[in-house]
């Protein structure tokens, strides 16, 4: 396989995979609170034996005893993240919707883990517990909340919870100072990687009526699609003129001769 093809092949795979991020990027635009991907890269280095040769001549007018160094670059993906940076803020009026300005997570109990969310479009279930829309329940003072059929919640900036007028605890919040302590597991569900915890957030408010809007910006995604889409066709390109390359020289070139 020629050298050219297997860049165009590492450098198609890795466009498919941006491709892929920005469709996702693009189909949560309206889901509340979604952080959108971001994806980086890096270049491995093929590098041969006498690539590492400092100087190679005998004597400084004799010839080199190898090639000129060839080193082939081949893209890998180094790294994917959310972008946590934050959305716009929309109102609902709805009591039991709530949006997080700052950097934060709300907690929720997951089947084996606890679980993080910026999302705080809640429901109520039949026995009255706040929880996600995915049924996850929501953590107040390291349980769930309860509120009484047709009761009235109230929450104010600091996320301190009082249902019917009576304290009732407050929203366990916390925060990730470094971002790749967190990944994404699904329904906008993020979980802690390794040991220890979360901070408590420094600069967080709770804003009662709202849901944040998620990051995603549908001009610049797009922008970003029609120019990965551009790349995926140049490299496919690539191959395809090496494929008609070799038939060349093997139907051609290689015929012997009457």
Sequence with gaps: ???????????????????????NNLANVNTAAFKKDKLAFH???????????????????????????????????SAQQADLTQGSLERTGNQLDFALSGPGFFTLQGDA??????????????????RTVDGHPVMVDGG???IPQG??????????????GQPAGSFD??????????????????????EGGGAPPEDLTVSQGFIEKSNVEV???????????RAFTMYTKMMQTDSDLDNKLINQVGRPTV
Excluded: C, W
Aim: charged share 25%; no cysteine; hydrophobic share 40%.
């Design 1 to 23: 396989m020629r050298d050219s093809t297997q860049s165009a092949i590492f450098g198609a795979l890795s466009n498919e995979l941006r491709m892929s991020s920005i469709a």
């Design 43 to 77: 270049d491995t280095f093929v590098r041969f034996a006498h690539d590492y040769l400092v100087d190679e001549k005998t004597y400084i007018r004799g010839k080199k005893l190898f090639p000129e160094g060839h080193i082939m670059a081949k893209a890998r993906l």
């Design 113 to 130: 883990e606890m679980l993080y969310t910026r999302a705080g479009d809640f429901v109520t279930d039949a026995d009255g517990m706040l």
């Design 144 to 146: 769930p909340l309860i």
């Design 151 to 164: 009761g009235r919640i109230e929450v104010d900036g600091s996320g301190n919870v009082l249902v019917n």
């Design 173 to 194: 919040l916390v925060d990730f100072t470094d971002p790749t302590q967190i990944e994404r597991v699904g329904s906008n569900n993020y979980r802690m990687l390794g």
């Design 219 to 229: 001009v610049t995604e797009m922008v970003s699609m029609i120019e990965t889409q």
